[in-house]
């Protein structure tokens, strides 16, 4: 005789650090990510904030060249290897995608916790670079040859630790593809599933497929480094051009890991606030497959100036142009899901507006130095950087924001203060562009990226930009400090569906059970968006 | 704590699923030959660049000992195939001395490895030794991606032998049986993808003229 308790939620199971840092729970998994990627999120972009205050005058403002180049390294392997790839699959996807199929865990439940190890390990052996050895690495987080050969700050150890970062990589996509393959709900099949367990499909064959040609060419760095083996070096027999092939080959997939994830969240999110079904399901679940797929053949567009072929170069021009199809046909469908909808104005609905506008920025200009003619005059420059970020955090990061925002009294059974979240919101809007923007014209004028110093006529709008960082950096600590005292203390209790959502995380109670579910999770009629057979959700 | 209500989702992730067990191994042989892979494309590239001196630097390998380990390894594959043959019809004794004489193999083979590689640094050839130092940027770059490869190649021959230590215990305590031998199943996949792998460095390093 079984004795019938009520449900406790996830946090309730067991206390104490041991009972998290060792849980094989996924939703526990997805919180340690959660809590270290916001760590280093903050970290990095303290940097980012420095590197703006020393772009403020022309000149030395703050710190010496030297010291900027470090900066500048140690801001993008944060932000690259331990904020952006892992963060929406690693958090959201960890924390979703078994809940969104309809099942209690991942396939592999311990190999989930050995990534999270793995990151932490490798978070670490990053960091240790500030501490130990000839200081942190000076080469841009490319790693390009033969500087990266050649210098002699501590290359080794932040090379090694991005190869093992990749290991953790590796694992959380196989475990994902197994878990899609093996754990759907009975009657969900791949065309009911939603449009985010799609695109962490697609990007988990990314992570395994591409992780590891970068795994073994920063190993040649390495053993170049260590054994004086003429592999890329051209002074000893190497050849310079190989190691940028091997390291883009990863390097622009790598791109796709962090972007498909944020079409995914923006794909749930949608229906949710337009109470309709999303436009076009299969274009977009398909588009993501296309994308994952063609992403491995523009690699060359990162080095056209670098020494190819024209012929080469061509080729890789026009299947960088290929991409912006599929990628369009997500924009087209997310769009058209907002016309006719009923439309609820939250917080995470203006993320996703701010995503879908700040991604076509980024789009479009990734189009322009994707074109051969207009890229010999902007590589380099800060078009390049502003492009980039614009993709990166005005894209992903602010997916992600709203993926926090929208999933957030899912995770923690609370609400935040939703006025403060809108103010945030503003700040991080105006923010963000007011930082990016001037990037893109001083990079047309011509500034190059990756000096601390620049000419005096581009002052003004290297000005405005640090201004910019300035409201950014405000936005975010807002927003980070009301999402904390949300769950704290401060945050009303919410049902088990806020925002009258229909994939099956709203079924069940909030915070989740240990096991997810409390009962048999009911699918919609037809696909996953059928809001017209919604099924009903007793409290 | 007891908190059942009855209610058991039928797709637990907790459950155990021997297709899941195989698809994870599968998907991580992928990794391994795309890390390889890697490798080779550097093979490639340093070959077309410098064929006359990756020719001559073959010469210097000993083809009848690689001759032997590639025998060695295929024999190895065949057993690890019988054993799991054994073991799905019930055979558990004869699974384990399949896997032992499978893993015996593979201390041949490391140990002729130990004799090739001792013999190449004896003569001062590993990278960052004085001969080394002295090639030309062709012949160096060959003994380079020579220790490098077979070198990751021997260490995944070790954790393959691992491996199957694990597994021959767990068939000898009976946890593995006709009804639950993924574990059986998965050494062999790795050890087929470790043998396959010298396929193909076998030719590249010591045959190809």
Known sequence: MTTVLPYVNFFQTKKGIFSWIFSVDHKRIALLYLYSILIFFLAGATLGVLMRLELLNPGKDIMEAQTYNQVFTMHG??????????????????????????????????????????????????????????????????????????????????????????????????????????????????????????????????????????????LMIVAERVLGVGLFDPSIGGDPILYQHLFWIYSHPA?????????GVVSEMLPTFAQRTIFGYKAIAFSSLAIAFVGYFIWGHHMFTAGMSGAARFIFSILTFLVAIPTAI????????????????????????????????????????????????????????????????????FAFFGALHYWYPKIWGKMYNKVVANVAF????????????????????????RYYDYLPEFHLPNMISTYGSWILATGILLMVGNLIAGFYRKGPKVGRNPWNGITLEWQTLSPPPLENFDRMPQLPLNGPYDFEHKPEIKE | MEHTTGFV??????????ESSRMGMWLFLFTELLLFGGLFIVYMVYRMLNHEAFLLSSFELNVT???????????????????????????NALSAKLLAITLGLSLVFLVIKYFEWSAKIHHGLFPGMDLYKALPKGESLFFFLYFIMTGLHALHIIIGAVLMGVTIYRTKKGLINSDNYTLTENTGLYWHLVDLIWIYLFPLFYLIH
């Not at chain 1, 000076?138 to 390009?144: A, K, L, M």
């Not at chain 1, 791109?255 to 079409?263: D, K, R």
């Open chain 1, 426 to 449: 503003v700040l991080l809007f105006i923010g963000f562009n007011t930082l990016y923007f001037p990037m893109l014209v001083v990079g047309l004028m011509g500034m190059p990226r």
């Open chain 1, 77 to 218: 392997v944060i932000m690259i290897f331990l904020f952006i790839i892992p963060s929406i699959p690693a958090v959201f996807g960890n924390f979703f995608l078994p809940i969104l199929l309809g099942t209690d865990d991942v396939a592999f439940p311990r190999l989930n916790l050995l990534s999270w190890w793995i990151y932490i390990i490798g978070a670490l052996m990053a960091l240790s670079t500030l501490l130990f050895g000839d200081g942190p690495a000076d080469t841009g987080w490319t790693f390009y040859a033969p500087y990266s050969v050649k210098t002699g700050t501590n290359v080794t150890m932040s090379v090694l630790a991005a190869f093992v970062i990749g290991f953790s990589s590796i694992l959380t996509g196989l475990n994902f593809i197994v878990t899609i393959h093996r754990l759907r709900t009975p009657g969900m099949n791949f065309l009911r599933m939603p449009l985010f367990v799609w695109s962490l499909y697609a990007t988990s064959w990314i992570q395994l497929l591409a992780t590891p040609i970068i795994g073994i060419t920063l």
């Open chain 1, 330 to 397: 997500k924009v087209f469908n997310w769009v058209a899901t907002l016309y006719k909808g009923s439309i609820n104005v939250q917080v995470p609905l203006l993320y996703v507006l701010a995503f879908i506008f700040q991604f076509m920025i980024g789009g479009f200009t990734g189009l322009v130095v994707g074109a051969l003619a207009s890229d010999i005059h902007l590589h380099d420059t800060y078009f390049v950087v502003g492009h980039f970020h614009y993709v990166m955090f005005g894209g992903t990061g």
């Open chain 1, 255 to 263: 791109v796709y890991i962090m972007a498909l994830p944020a079409f």
């Open chain 2, 65 to 91: 000992m690689g001759t032997v380990n590639t025998v060695v390894l295929l024999v190895s594959s065949m057993t690890v195939a019988m054993s799991i043959t054994a073991v799905q019809r019930g055979n």
């Open chain 2, 9 to 18: 989702l039928p797709n637990s992730g907790h459950n155990r699923d021997d």
